[in-house]
């Protein structure tokens, strides 16, 4: 299974991006979908989650500002990030895994199969 996620780029602060994430030979109708990000230096952290059992968390840095989503026969997922700060630059990862509960989506741990990642860069 391959993750091919894409959208990334640079944009000014306050300014919006759309990533996607698209899995070659499936659908994600069974799985769930997270979203993550490393800074430089940094850790991987959580941005959103979403699985087939309609459950979804946001990271409390990003509520407000983000939507997952995906299209209506879950072959891609997306994430919708608005009022980009300078802080939000990071290579964005999509993940997938089988069956993940609600209450785990927000654990890299859950997701068998990541994506390469997708730059986002956000100029002050």
């Known amino acids: 299974v391959q993750l091919q996620a894409s959208g990334g780029g640079l944009v000014q602060a306050g300014g919006s991006l759309r990533l996607s994430c698209a899995a070659s030979g499936r659908t994600f109708r069974r799985n769930a979908v997270g979203w993550f990000r490393q800074a430089p230096g940094m850790e991987r952290k959580f941005v959103a989650g979403i699985n087939r059992s309609g459950g979804i968390v946001y990271a409390d840095s990003m509520k407000g500002r983000v939507t997952i989503s995906t299209d209506n026969a879950w072959n891609t997922v997306y994430l919708q990030m608005n009022t980009l700060r300078p802080e939000d630059t990071a290579v964005y990862y999509c993940?997938?895994?089988?069956?993940?509960?609600?209450?785990?989506?927000?654990?890299?741990?859950?997701?068998?199969?990541w994506g390469q990642g997708t730059r986002v860069t956000v100029s002050s």
């Open positions: 993940a997938f895994g089988p069956s993940v509960i609600s209450s785990n989506l927000a654990s890299q741990y859950a997701y068998a199969y």
